[in-house]
């Protein structure tokens, strides 16, 4: 056995870099499985959102009494943005974050989403790749986009296209994901 030091590279900086990242990256993991494992998940925290029937009443209601967001989107821009999410479900995001992402990150940020009932994310973020949506839209016509895109949704049986940043999701995971979606949104979202 050769023990002679002089032939043992020094680690370079960039790869004490990526060690250092893949240690912080493990420790996040732990930590977020932790975090999951030790709380169930909660109900979604918004009962208009707390199923799909509850979420059509609650679009259906839209109808006669229209509401507001607080945002710099109008209301028919976030229902045609929460359309658009739930159809890419079916037919596939136009742009997906790196399979290392999904696989990751992107995962645990599902999971603890999922264990507290709620999502937080930009509510002015289009989805990646996805067309402009144009704002000053009628409100009724958003309203049946989305209404048709979760009953579309719904009659769904066949394989769900990967989250662009969740990655892979089942139907029931996908339903939560979409209803967190729409209960985000209605933060910002009152009659005034």
């Known amino acids: 056995m050769n023990t002679d030091l002089a032939n043992v590279r020094p680690v370079s900086r960039s790869r004490r870099a990526l060690l250092a990242g ?41 109808r006669d ?23 890419y479900s079916l037919d596939g995001f136009p742009q997906l974050k790196p399979a290392w992402f999904r696989a990751s990150l992107g995962a645990m940020a599902f999971a603890v989403f999922s264990a507290r009932g709620k999502m937080s994310h930009g509510l002015e973020e289009p989805v990646p790749g996805a067309p402009t949506i144009a704002s000053g839209q009628p409100l009724n016509a958003a309203v049946e986009h989305l ?18 940043a969740y990655g892979a999701l089942g139907k029931s995971e996908y339903t939560r994901a979409h209803l967190m979606h729409l209960a985000n949104h209605w933060e910002l979202v009152g009659a005034g």
């Open 147 to 164: 209404m048709d895109a979760l009953n579309r949704f719904e009659r769904h049986s066949g394989v769900l296209a990967p989250h662009f």
């Open 65 to 87: 009494a229209p509401l507001h967001t607080r945002s710099g989107w109008d209301l028919a821009h976030v229902l045609h943005h929460a359309a658009q999410s739930i159809e």
């Open 22 to 62: 893949g240690v912080l990256l493990a420790g996040s993991a732990v930590a977020g499985l932790g975090y999951v494992a030790t709380h169930s998940d909660q109900p979604i925290a918004m009962d208009d959102f707390s199923d799909l029937s509850h979420t059509m009443r609650t679009l259906e209601r839209l």
